[in-house]
C-alpha cells in the first residue's frame, strides 16, 4: 500500500491560514496539514508503481513518481515540489528538478537512492527552475541522512502511539514495539506525568541529542495541545529546541545556502492517511513575509536485501484462526519480513491463491491470520511479494479444520480408573481432532472450588497431525462430579463432565466356598462399597441376588463337573464402571458337604414316665451316636447345637475332645460321632435342638433335628390317701421333682382330671435340696390293684404312663 499521513484537527498550514479544507483526512497527530499525496516508485523495467515506504531497495533507473490528493495550495497555484535525493556510493547530493505540485510528475532516479528528502514549498522553490545539481558537501549529506533517521523514527512512533490511543490499545505496547525496533530501552511512563513531560521522554529515548530540551521551559505556543501523548511527541519533534538539539538547524541553514536560496526550511513528517496517501505534518506556524517557506520530509530507504525464509517443519494450521508459526533463514530474518507485502497461500495442487494476513512475530517467526481467508483444508505454499519479485517460504502448510469438540467421550476404561484414591492417573479422551489443543482445565461442581490445570499428551504432539485421541492426567485424591474444559488455540471453552467414583468395593470374607455335587448354593458378600454392586458374574455358575443391608446376597446355580479345587473369579458390575471389577479366587470349589444320616438315642438313668421316641428330657444326660456321611478321617469335625426352631438357651459348637458346658464330642469310628449331653444346656421345653457337622473346608452340613426337649416331672413316691373328696373322688399326696409341669392326673391315657393346687416343697435333704409334694384328686375306684398313675404335661391332650401306683 502507497503510505499515508492524514490531517490532524482544522488547523491549516495552508499559505492562507483561514481557509479551511472541504474535508479532514485522517493523519498529522497533534499537528497540521498541508495535505496529502502518493509518493510512488516505479522500476525502470515492468513493474506498477509501489509506495515509497514499501519498497525495501530502489533499484537505479527508477522512477520516483508524485501525485497529490488533496493540497492546500495558494491562490496562484506556484506551490513546487522536489526531492533531494542521497545517492549509494561516492557520497553526492542531487537535487532534482521542481516541478508543479498540484499535478502528477515523476522524476528518474539514475543512480541507487540511499535517501531520499521530499522538499515541498507551497509558494514555489525559486524563481526559477532548479537545475539537478551534485555537490560534495558531506556536512550537508550527513545532515540530511541524520534527519532521515531522526523523522524515520519520530514518524514512527508518532504513527504507533495514534494507532493506540485510537484502538484504546494504551502507550505501553507501542513503546515495546518501538523499542525493540530500534533497539533503544523501553521508557517507563508515569501516569502523573504530562503529556509534554512523557512526550520528553521518549523523544530523549530515541533522539539522545534532545536530552537537554526541558518541556517546562519552552513556551506553551510551540507544543501542540491536543491531550494525547502522541500529539506531544509530534508538537515537540516540530518545536525549535529540539530542531537545535537533533542538528535540524544546521541542516536547513546548509540547504538554504547551498541548494535553495531565499528559503525558510521548516521540519515535516508524514503519517498515513486515506486511500494509501501520506499527511505531509508540520508546525502550524503562519510563513514570514517575502521569504518563501519550504517543508523538508526525509526519508531513508532501507536497503534490505530480499531474505530467504523456509518452514522449521511442515506446518499444521486451525481454518479460521491466528497461529504463529516457525521460520528459518538462510538469509536475513524475520524482522525483515516486514517489508514483505501481499502475503497468500498457494496450494499445493496449482489452485486458486488465498490471500492472509502475516505480521512478524518474534525474532523468528510470523503470526498469520486465517480468521477471514476463504481457504479449504489442504497443503499450501505461504508466499508474499517483496519489491516486484515473488518471496516464496519453502515448505508446507497444512490448513486443518478445529476438532469439533461436541462429542468428546472418555475411551472405554477411563471410568475404571477414576477412582478415589488411585492418585494422578491416566486416561484417554477420544471423539474428536485434538491436535489443536491448547489447555485443559478440570472445574469441580462443589462450591468454592478452585480450577486446576490438568497435564495433558497428544501422541504426535501439538499441530503435528489428526489425532483422535488425548491422554490426560486426572488427580483422584477426591471423589466427586466434575468437568474437564478443553481450550483448542480459538479460545472457545469445551465441557466434558466426568466423575472421580466412591472406592470400588472391598470384600471380608473371600473366598466363598462352594461344595462338590450341589445344585445351588447361598452366596454372602461382606465388605464395602457393596451397595454399588449391581450384578455379578462367574464361570462357576448362574448368580442372583443384591445388596442387603450393607452386605451383597444371592444365590448361586452350580454348573455340572466341577471339581474340588477349583478356583474362580467373580466378575461384578459396579456403578459407574465401564468394565466389570474381577475379583480373582472369589470362589473356591471343595468337596462334598457333610451329611447326617441316621441319630441313635440313649438316656442315662430312668425317669418313671414314658418318653416318646423323638423327646429329649432336660436335666437328664443323653447319649447321642451320629452316623454322618462324606466324614473325612483326617479332619477334626465340629458340631454345632442349637434349636432349630424358636429362642435359643445356649448355642454349642463341639469338637472332638474337647468338653464344653457339660457336654462332649468324640469319634466313635469312620463317620461316627458320640455326642454326650443335657439337652436342657442347649435348648427350653418345646425346641427341636439341631445338630450341624462342620468341616474344614468342606463347609456345613444341613441342620439335623436330634428331638425335641421336653421338661418331665421326677416322681419318687405316691400314695392314695383315705380322704374322700366328693362322691366318687380321693385325694393323693405325689412326692419329686418339677411337679409344677403336671396338668391332669388319671388312672388311664384318655381320662383324668386337673390339678388345681401347686407344688409345695419338702424339707430339704443333704443330697436333695429340690423336693416337692402335690395333693392331687383321683377317682374311684382305680381300675385294678395297684394301677399306675398317668399324669398329663401342660398343653399335652393325652396322658403318660407312670411307673408308681397306689
Known amino acids: 500500500m502507497v503510505a499515508s499521513l492524514a490531517l490532524a484537527p482544522a488547523v491549516s498550514l495552508a499559505v492562507d491560514p483561514a481557509a479551511a479544507p472541504p474535508t479532514v483526512p485522517l493523519g498529522c497527530t497533534g499537528s497540521a496539514t498541508l495535505g496529502t499525496f502518493q509518493l510512488a516508485v516505479r522500476p525502470f523495467s515492468q513493474g506498477s508503481p509501489l509506495p515509497l515506504k514499501s519498497v525495501a531497495e530502489i533499484p537505479a533507473g527508477a522512477r520516483l513518481v508524485w501525485t497529490p490528493m488533496h493540497l492546500k495550495l495558494p491562490v496562484s497555484d506556484s506551490a513546487e515540489v522536489t526531492a533531494v535525493v542521497v545517492p549509494a556510493g561516492d557520497g553526492s547530493l542531487i537535487v532534482l528538478e521542481p516541478r508543479k505540485a498540484n499535478v502528477p510528475t515523476e522524476w528518474q532516479l539514475l543512480r541507487r ?20 545539481l551534485v555537490s560534495r558537501n558531506q556536512d550537508l549529506l550527513r545532515q540530511l541522512a541524520d534527519y532521515a533517521d531522526q523523522s524515520s523514527q519520530v514518524e514512527s512512533l508518532v504513527q504507533e502511539l495514534a494507532d493506540a490511543e485510537q484502538s484504546r490499545g494504551g502507550a505501553d505496547n507501542a513503546i515495546k514495539g518501538m523499542s525493540a525496533g530500534y533497539g533503544v530501552s523501553a521508557q517507563k511512563l508515569s501516569s502523573t506525568a504530562s503529556s509534554d513531560q512523557q512526550a520528553a521522554l521518549l523523544l530523549k529515548a530515541l533522539i539522545p541529542a534532545s536530552n537537554n530540551y526541558d518541556p517546562l521551559a519552552t513556551p506553551s505556543n510551540q507544543v501542540q495541545q491536543s491531550g494525547g501523548l502522541a500529539a506531544s511527541v509530534a508538537g515537540l519533534f516540530f518545536g525549535n529546541p529540539v530542531a537545535l538539539a537533533a542538528g535540524g538547524a544546521a541542516l536547513f541553514a546548509n540547504l538554504k545556502t547551498v541548494l535553495f536560496p531565499n528559503t525558510e526550511f521548516r521540519s515535516a513528517f508524514a503519517q498515513a492517511a486515506d486511500k494509501g496517501g501520506l499527511a505531509l505534518c508540520t508546525k502550524n506556524q503562519a510563513p514570514k513575509s517575502k521569504t518563501r517557506t519550504a517543508y523538508l520530509w526525509a526519508y531513508r530507504v532501507p536497503e534490505i536485501a530480499r531474505p530467504v525464509p523456509s518452514l522449521g517443519a511442515a506446518q499444521r494450521l486451525p481454518l479460521g484462526a491466528k497461529s504463529t508459526i516457525a521460520l528459518k533463514f538462510t538469509k536475513g530474518s524475520a524482522k525483515e519480513l516486514e517489508m514483505a507485502r501481499d502475503w497468500k497461500l498457494l496450494p499445493a495442487d496449482g489452485g486458486k491463491a488465498v490471500a492472509v494476513a502475516v505480521k512478524t512475530a518474534a525474532a523468528s517467526s510470523v503470526d498469520i491470520d486465517l480468521s477471514d481467508a476463504k481457504a479449504a483444508a489442504g497443503d499450501y ?42 492418585g494422578s492417573v491416566a486416561v484417554e479422551l477420544t471423539g474428536a481432532d485434538f491436535e489443536f489443543l491448547e489447555s485443559v482445565v478440570m472445574e469441580s461442581s462443589a462450591r468454592d472450588a478452585k480450577p486446576a490445570e490438568v497435564a495433558f499428551t497428544l501422541p504426535l504432539g501439538k499441530r503435528a497431525g489428526v489425532q483422535n485421541g488425548v491422554i490426560i492426567h486426572i488427580d483422584t485424591s477426591k471423589q466427586g462430579l466434575y468437568h474437564l474444559s478443553l481450550m483448542q488455540s480459538d479460545g472457545v471453552a469445551h465441557k466434558v463432565p466426568v466423575a472421580v467414583l466412591p472406592p470400588n468395593p472391598k470384600f471380608s470374607n473371600l473366598p466363598i466356598r462352594l461344595n462338590v455335587g450341589e445344585t445351588r448354593e447361598s452366596i454372602l458378600l461382606s465388605g464395602s462399597g457393596l451397595d454399588r454392586v449391581e450384578a455379578i458374574l462367574s464361570d462357576a455358575g448362574e448368580i442372583a441376588g443384591g445388596p442387603d443391608s450393607g452386605n451383597w446376597s444371592g444365590e448361586i446355580r452350580l454348573k455340572a463337573g466341577l471339581k474340588s479345587g477349583q478356583t474362580f473369579p467373580l466378575r461384578l458390575k459396579i456403578m459407574g464402571l465401564d468394565d466389570s471389577l474381577t475379583v480373582p479366587g472369589a470362589l473356591e470349589i471343595v468337596g462334598p458337604r457333610p451329611k447326617v444320616r441316621s441319630l441313635q438315642r440313649s438316656l442315662v438313668g430312668a425317669m418313671g414316665i414314658e418318653i416318646g421316641a423323638d423327646e429329649l428330657p432336660a436335666g437328664m444326660a443323653a447319649g447321642l451316636v451320629l452316623t454322618v456321611d462324606r466324614l473325612r478321617d483326617s479332619t477334626r469335625p465340629k458340631l454345632e447345637l442349637n434349636c432349630a426352631d424358636g429362642e435359643l438357651r445356649q ?51 444341613d441342620p439335623f433335628v436330634l428331638g425335641r426337649v421336653i421338661r418331665l416331672p421326677r416322681l419318687d413316691k405316691f400314695t392314695l390317701t383315705s380322704e374322700k373328696v366328693g362322691d366318687a373322688g380321693y385325694a393323693g399326696i405325689l412326692e419329686g421333682h418339677d411337679l409344677d409341669v403336671i396338668e391332669k392326673v388319671g388312672w388311664d391315657a384318655a381320662n383324668g382330671l386337673p390339678v388345681d393346687e401347686i407344688p409345695a416343697p419338702l424339707p430339704p435333704l443333704p443330697n436333695d435340696p429340690l423336693r416337692q409334694t402335690l395333693r392331687l384328686i383321683l377317682p374311684w375306684p382305680a381300675p385294678g390293684p395297684h394301677a399306675p398313675l398317668y399324669i398329663w404335661l401342660r398343653g399335652e391332650s393325652q396322658g403318660r404312663k407312670t411307673s408308681v401306683t397306689y
Do not use: N
Open 113 to 132: 537512492p540511499v535517501v531520499i528528502a521530499l522538499v515541498y514549498g507551497p509558494q514555489g522553490l525559486s524563481e526559477g527552475k532548479v537545475q539537478s
Open 381 to 422: 505454499h505461504l508466499a508474499a511479494t517483496w519489491d516486484w519479485d515473488s518471496l516464496p517460504v519453502a515448505g508446507t502448510v497444512h490448513l486443518q479444520p478445529y476438532g469439533d469438540f461436541t462429542h468428546i467421550v472418555l475411551a472405554p476404561g477411563g471410568h475404571d480408573k477414576l477412582v478415589e484414591g488411585h
Open 651 to 701: 448355642a454349642l459348637t463341639l469338637a472332638p475332645g474337647g468338653p464344653a458346658s457339660g457336654a462332649s464330642l468324640t469319634s466313635a469310628g469312620p463317620g461316627v460321632l458320640y455326642l454326650s449331653l443335657d439337652p436342657g444346656v442347649v435348648g427350653y421345653p418345646g425346641c427341636h435342638m439341631s445338630a450341624t457337622v462342620i468341616m474344614d473346608p468342606e463347609g456345613r452340613s
